[in-house]
């Protein structure tokens, strides 16, 4: 016991904080060091030694941390995000400011403005209906 405090208690009132803690998070990281409060409360029956059982935590939580961390950016690298844009290719729009491949115009698609650029060395003037051939970052390539 330190000070008449079981020591047990406070490791498990660690893991509570970092546990609440964790719920005002998005990231998946304070909930690390809640498993490695308790893994330490564990191992107060054989570790004395407060420094020690410091040294335990942090050791313990940053191993998980740091596991959890790679898997999860593992993860994220083969994550490919379905975002529908390709539904936007062989659309027809309507041109509200010039288009050409030097200057960027703006088409009107379906009620929404975007930002576009000519195939070809052509301009499209305001009012003519172009269609949609690709989507290179966040505009559209437009031809006749």
Do not use: C
């Not at 330190?2 to 803690?21: E, R, Y």
């Not at 410091?54 to 939580?61: C, E, H, L, W």
């Not at 083969?78 to 010039?98: M, P, R």
């Amino acid at each position: 016991m330190l000070l008449g405090i079981n020591i047990k208690l406070v490791w498990l009132a660690v893991a509570v904080i970092f546990g609440i803690g964790e719920v005002f998070t998005a990231g998946l990281t304070l909930i690390w060091f809640s498993f490695g409060a308790l893994a330490t409360m564990f191992l107060t029956t054989y570790v004395e030694s407060i420094p020690m059982q410091v040294v335990i935590f942090g050791v313990s939580s940053s191993i998980m941390l740091f596991i959890a961390t790679k898997l999860m950016v593992k993860k994220d690298e083969s994550y490919i995000s379905n975002t529908n844009i390709d539904a936007l290719i062989g659309k027809y729009a309507i041109v509200e400011k010039d288009v050409s491949n030097i200057v960027y115009g703006i088409v009107n698609l379906e009620g929404e403005k975007w930002t576009a650029v000519s195939e070809k060395e052509v301009t499209y003037k305001k009012g003519e209906k172009v269609k949609v051939v690709r989507i290179d970052g966040v505009k559209l390539v437009v031809t006749k």
